[in-house]
């Protein structure tokens, strides 16, 4: 059921007035799963800013979608010219891969 509305979103166009945050996890979880970058993206970016940047859930799905599946399968040693590669979110805050 809820994999069934989130397909409704991310189908459609333009931003997202009424939907359920249940349905947008739900599916956002299930596209990562298959490895839809694209479908993450999409839905995500019709989604209104104040709810990307208050759900942290979402916002982890959206940025590691934006990263793309090259850079987000990061194994050993991750470094660039002994640079460690880091990803700063609307919050602020870094991760970094060691």
């Known amino acids: 059921m809820l994999l069934c509305e989130f397909q409704e979103y991310a189908q459609g166009k333009g931003r997202l007035r ?11 979880k299930h596209a990562r ?10 839905a995500a970016e ?9 759900d942290a859930g979402l916002l982890m799905y959206y940025d590691n979608a934006l990263m793309g599946p090259s850079q987000s399968r990061c194994k050993g ?14 919050y602020g805050m870094f991760y970094s891969w060691e």
């Open 18 to 28: 009424l939907f359920r945050t249940e349905a947008v996890r739900a599916g956002l």
């Open 46 to 54: 019709r989604l209104p800013p104040s709810v990307q940047q208050d």
């Open 77 to 90: 040693d991750c470094r660039r010219g002994g640079q460690k590669l880091r990803l700063a979110t609307l």
């Open 33 to 42: 799963h298959e490895r839809d970058y694209r479908t993450i993206v999409h």
